[in-house]
């Protein structure tokens, strides 16, 4: 942590350019460590009188035994003379498209063959040759005087004449009157080295290091917008400002700045209507126990009566405006409950009531939520499932990494289309709510600021059934919930 606010700030363009510029030293420095410090790869050098013998010789052997033999026969000889020697039914006989180099030794040796097995082989071919640039192993040829390759001696080898390198970069293949093949090349020539060319390794090292690099400086970047969005929700669930760290990136200070403001300012805009809430409470109950006493005097009668139920209603009314914009379970620690023991706890008690709640689901299901809060929730919203469905039938079940709680009743429901304003306060359905059911319209509500609070979900829907009412409520289990 202290290295990270040692650290510089940096802007955008500048974390990109020192990007690139390590990407380039590292694919500098890769290139180096594989053709600067790579061993040298020997080139072995044959005499072209030996090989030529040699490959008589197994020619003869190999293409007169059995073909179920000739495979093993011709691994036994190119181990015997440190050759890669293979019989195959067929071969690629394309030449390479270059003729420069050091060709014209081969084509001398293959002329050798010719001449030496003619009537004993249908055919001889040979590839290999060392191009000017370029090649696998680095070889820049450049004969002195250029038309020194063009003079030198063609055909046959001639009894006598001196003998000739032939260089290990080679395929000899002579085919046999059945039309089989048997190929030589020298021992090991399929290495490593042959592959590795540089252009493509270049290539593909500086793609793998700009794009993990370039991955790693986007995510850093990135991060102070995740951290923006989650303070964002934290703050729209606790309402607690949560500061936001740009993380020094230029570029984020000021809305990370411009957050911070805008949360404490929201925080202190609620801060201070709680408080007046509060005082106004405390001043309307003041004189409603007044009114009341008062009440309690007049003489008994109708008159009475409706004047003590409208000052109670008026009670009820502070109340849960209280709830609503009061801070009172904001504060409340989390802690590990059991959901199912919960709902059978608050279905019970309102059976007991005489009012008929049901549940299923299995016996025990923990979350992490503020016990007060959360039984509130479930409260207002089994209570509206018996006031306007004469019953509740409350379901648990576990759904992946999620709680998810179904209360449903028989009343008249709600239209789908005035679902969204069921959750606005003091909002009264004309079809579902009415003032002698005796709610103030905060019900909902509430639950949904305490559901969503808990980082859940809440929606209203349709029974199967097909009549009624379902809340449906989604809530994280603590193997889910977020840090």
């Not at 990270?4 to 940096?10: E, G, H």
């Not at 019989?87 to 060709?103: A, F, N, V, Y």
């Not at 390759?149 to 290990?168: F, Q, T, V, W």
């Not at 399929?190 to 986007?218: C, D, H, K, M, N």
């Amino acid at each position: 942590m202290r290295f990270r606010r040692r650290w510089p700030r940096l802007r955008l363009g500048t974390r990109i350019a020192l990007t690139i510029l390590v990407a380039i030293l590292a694919v500098g420095a890769l290139y180096a460590v594989l053709f600067l410090l790579m061993p040298a790869r020997l080139l072995p050098t044959y005499s072209a009188h030996w090989l030529i013998g040699k490959a008589e010789g197994a020619a003869l052997v190999i293409f007169k035994a059995d073909p179920h033999e000739r495979s093993a026969l011709a691994k036994r000889f190119g181990a015997d003379l440190h050759l890669h020697i293979c019989w195959r039914r067929t071969w690629d006989q394309s030449e390479p498209t270059s003729e420069k180099g050091l060709r014209p030794f081969l084509e001398r040796a293959k002329a050798s063959i010719e001449r030496d097995l003619e009537g004993k082989v249908s055919k001889v071919a040979v590839k290999g040759v060392l191009e000017l640039r370029g090649n696998m192993f680095h070889v820049d040829v450049q004969p002195q005087p250029p038309d020194f390759i063009n003079k030198l001696p063609l055909g046959p080898l001639e009894p006598g004449e001196a003998d000739i390198p032939i260089l290990g970069i080679f395929e000899l293949a002579i085919q046999g009157l059945d039309g089989s093949w048997i190929v030589i090349e020298p021992e090991g020539t399929q290495g490593y080295a042959e592959r590795l060319q540089p252009w493509l390794i270049l290539l593909t090292a500086a793609v793998v290091l700009v794009s993990l690099l370039s991955t790693v400086t986007a995510r850093r970047a990135l991060r102070p917008l995740d951290r923006l969005a989650e303070g964002a929700r934290q703050f729209g669930r606790t309402r607690q400002a949560v500061p936001i760290d740009p993380a020094g990136l230029l570029e984020f200070e000021v809305i990370a700045r411009a957050m911070n403001e805008m949360q404490e300012r929201i925080k202190s805009f609620i801060d201070e209507r709680t408080q007046m809430l509060a005082a106004l409470s405390h001043d309307l109950r003041t004189n409603l126990t007044t009114l009341r006493l008062d009440a309690e005097e007049l003489a008994g009668g109708d008159g009475k009566n409706r004047i003590i139920a409208g000052m109670e209603e008026i009670e009820r009314m502070i109340s849960a405006t209280l709830a609503f914009a009061g801070d009172d379970l904001k504060g409340e620690p989390i802690q590990k409950i059991d959901l199912a023991a919960l709902l059978i706890s608050l279905c019970d008690s309102f059976s007991d009531r005489n009012c008929p709640a049901s549940y299923s689901g299995p016996d025990h299901l923990f979350a992490r939520c503020q016990p007060v809060a959360i039984k509130r929730a479930f409260t207002n919203l089994i209570d509206n499932a018996i006031k306007y469905g004469s019953r509740a039938r409350v379901e648990l079940e576990r759904s992946g990494d999620r709680a998810a709680i179904s209360i449903a009743d028989n009343g008249p429901g709600i239209p789908p289309d005035k679902a969204g304003l069921a959750f606005q306060p003091f909002r009264r359905l004309d079809n579902a709510r009415n003032r002698e059911s005796g709610g103030v319209g905060l019900g909902l509500t509430i639950a949904r600021d305490i559901i969503q609070s808990h980082g859940g979900e809440i929606r209203l829907g349709v029974p199967s059934q097909g009549k009624g009412l379902e809340v449906l409520i989604s809530l994280p289990l603590p193997s889910s919930r977020r840090a």
